[in-house]
């Protein structure tokens, strides 16, 4: 069974940056796609990064592209998403998602993961 644990979200003002982790067991890094999705009160969860195994390839949603850097150390099993330039609406709870499926499509439905964490919240102030 794979776990996720999130961490590292918190309180930023608007135009700061925060870095989240996500940290996985019950299997290796470097057999897992990752995802990140993000629920703002009263919304749908939504996509917003995803990557691959190895790491070559990343997907952002057009709402972060440019802002935000998905990356994954598969020696310390941690995936991580580099949030800058942050923004009122990007308030949320953040979760990771992973599965083992291959080939790595669809990385931006929430149907395809098979893991997912409890969430971190991010709050940013305007």
């Known amino acids: 069974q794979v776990q996720l644990v999130e961490s590292g979200g918190g309180v930023v003002q608007a135009g700061g940056s925060l870095r989240l982790s996500c940290k996985t067991s019950?299997?290796?890094?470097?057999?897992?796609?990752m995802g990140w999705f993000r629920q703002a009160p009263g919304k749908e969860r939504e996509f917003a990064a995803a990557?691959?195994?190895?790491?070559?390839?990343?997907y952002y949603a057009d709402s972060v592209k440019g802002r935000f850097t998905v990356s994954r150390d598969n020696a310390k099993n941690t995936m991580y998403l580099e949030m800058n330039t942050l923004k009122p609406e990007d308030t949320a709870d953040y979760y990771c998602?992973?599965?083992?499926?291959?080939?790595?499509?669809?990385?931006?439905?929430?149907?395809?993961?098979?893991?997912w964490g409890q969430g971190t919240q991010v709050t940013v102030s305007s």
């Open positions: 998602a992973a599965d083992e499926k291959w080939p790595f499509t669809a990385w931006g439905s929430r149907a395809r993961y098979d893991y």
């Open positions: 990557i691959g195994r190895t790491g070559r390839n990343t």
């Open positions: 019950g299997r290796t890094l470097n057999s897992l796609n």
